[in-house]
């Protein structure tokens, strides 16, 4: 079966890091777009980040430019997101997904994705 499943999030201060993986399995990563997404409690899923199937492009949401960084590699069939200068509004159930969609395009719409891992929750408080 298809899967996609996230880890590393956990408790930090603010100002701290942490770095999530995203590691698929039944399937390789190699042709998709890879996305991060996240979602609030009380507040609706948005998008973090999107890499495109060789990484070679990449896209962030305003909030978190300069301070998070996605990466992949896929010999290893893995996604990460290094999140740095972490804040509480930072605070979230982390997601990855991809759309299955062969694409050399850092393009990862919220209502496209078709897989998606289960989340891991990365809490920033001090």
């Known amino acids: 079966q298809l899967q996609l499943v996230e880890s590393g999030g956990g408790l930090v201060q603010p100002g701290g890091s942490l770095r999530l993986s995203c590691a698929a399995s039944?399937?390789?990563?190699?042709?998709?777009?890879i996305g991060w997404f996240r979602q609030a409690p009380g507040k609706e899923r948005e998008g973090v980040s999107c890499?495109?199937?060789?990484?070679?492009?990449?896209n962030y949401a305003d909030s978190v430019k300069g301070r998070f960084t996605i990466s992949r590699d896929n010999a290893k069939n893995t996604v990460y997101l290094e999140m740095n200068s972490l804040k509480p509004e930072d605070t979230a159930v982390y997601y990855c997904?991809?759309?299955?969609?062969?694409?050399?395009?850092?393009?990862?719409?919220?209502?496209?994705?078709?897989?998606w891992g289960k989340g891991t929750l990365v809490t920033v408080s001090s």
């Open positions: 997904a991809t759309g299955l969609i062969i694409t050399n395009q850092a393009i990862c719409p919220n209502s496209g994705m078709k897989l």
């Open positions: 039944g399937f390789t990563l190699d042709y998709y777009a």
């Open positions: 890499i495109s199937s060789s990484g070679g492009s990449t």
